[in-house]
């Protein structure tokens, strides 16, 4: 019997290492609205713990889950994300925080459908490309099938009113599509048509005055501190944490913006606590940590044996990248702002438990190739 290979090494230890981080940070980000809306400083520590040791789980499982065998279960997986999606427009869907239905509640819990749509459709598309590998530079057989697959899983998402994860989904698959070697053309098609649906999502013309929040975001990422009591004030208090912060912080738990001054601090705008309480310093380690899961994962996409395991792990660390530059990117006005949580350390159980899984099926997948593990 084939005794199997050792996981990335350097990889598994970036990751457990960015999801302490998150436990800690979340803890100490969460407690002043633990206290004020739950009555418990804990509250969202315990929800948070669970839900890492359940990723955990789901994490060693894909580690020793041969990743071939999604090839296999594509279909299945990608059906289930599919139904996930469609019970937003059930009595099911629900509303936390927000005024959109992004939500799930089965009664003992509660959970995101675009996390899961984010795993099965990179999933599906992987195994859909692998088996139009010949046909990828076709118009009618590998640019309109493919483009189909993209439209309708970001249709999903843009129901629940998210665009920056459809966004987000949207870019990780074209890459997907871009490195199994589509035409530049019909990348540029995509590129065309992509720049305006974009921005015809965020003018919305066909949108009442008051709802057109996404111009308004737009305008007030121009000049945040214009509006500084109004639209610019999530940003404004972001800035002033990560600047309070200097180089070394101003210490682990004290932080002010947390205090009531930045909404849900512990999820969308986490990356500015670390700013405010670990300094540069922490910034930095923190981006260093994710720039090793990206450098491993574009290694282990390079030396995958086969197209499926290589075109996964582009959309893994495709995802992981995306969406990580996008939040930081949001926490210090680099672009306009969009509820788009930190992989592996802003608060949400379905997000963690989903990074953790499709980690453990990169980690799986560098098990079948031949690289430095260290």
């Not at 019970?87 to 239905?101: E, F, M, Q, V």
């Not at 057989?141 to 665009?163: A, E, H, N, R, T």
């Not at 589509?182 to 066909?206: D, E, N, Y």
Request: charged share 15%; aromatic share 12%; glycine share 10%.
């Amino acid at each position: 019997m084939k005794k199997k290979k050792a996981c990335d090494f350097t990889l598994m230890i970036s990751i457990l290492l960015l999801t302490f981080i998150g436990v800690i940070m979340v803890f100490s980000s969460s407690w002043p609205d633990g206290l004020d809306k739950m009555g418990n400083g804990y509250f969202y520590l315990k929800k948070q713990l669970v839900a890492a040791i359940l990723g955990f789980g789901a994490m060693i499982f894909f580690m020793n889950f041969d990743y071939k065998n999604l090839y296999k279960l594509s279909r299945i997986i990608f059906a289930i994300a599919v139904v996930s999606g469609l019970l937003i427009i059930t009595p099911l869907g629900t509303t936390l925080g927000t005024t959109a239905k992004r939500w799930v509640n089965l009664g003992f819990t509660t959970f995101m459908p675009s996390d899961v749509i984010k795993l099965g459709s990179i999933i599906f598309f992987a195994a859909f490309l692998s088996k139009r590998k010949e046909n990828i530079q076709d118009f009618k057989k590998g640019f309109i099938p493919s483009m189909i697959i993209v439209g309708f899983v970001c249709g999903l998402i843009i129901i629940q009113k998210d665009l920056g994860t459809t966004a987000t989904l949207a870019f990780t698959l074209v890459i997907m599509f871009f490195v199994s070697g589509a035409k530049i053309q019909h990348l540029s098609m995509v590129g065309v048509s992509g720049t305006i649906a974009l921005a015809l999502a965020i003018i919305q013309p066909f949108a009442d005055a008051g709802e057109r929040y996404r111009i308004k975001r737009v305008t007030t990422f121009l000049d945040p501190f214009k509006d500084i009591q109004g639209d610019g004030w999530q940003v404004v208090q972001s800035l002033y944490a990560l600047g309070s912060g200097g180089l070394f912080g101003l210490g682990l738990g004290k932080s002010r913006q947390k205090f009531f001054y930045i909404p849900e601090p512990y999820n969308d705008f986490i990356f500015a606590i670390i700013g405010e309480e670990l300094g540069f310093l922490g910034c930095a380690t923190v981006i260093l940590l994710y720039a090793l899961v990206i450098w491993r994962g574009i290694k282990i996409a390079l030396n995958a044996k086969d197209f499926f395991g290589c075109i996964l792990a582009t959309g893994i660390t495709t995802l992981i990248t995306v969406q990580s530059l996008i939040h930081m990117a949001v926490v210090t006005s680099s672009m306009p702002t969009t509820g788009i949580p930190l992989p592996f350390i802003s608060y949400g159980g379905t997000s963690l438990m989903t990074y953790m899984a499709i980690a453990g099926i990169l980690l799986n997948i560098s098990r079948h190739t031949e690289l430095d593990r260290s």
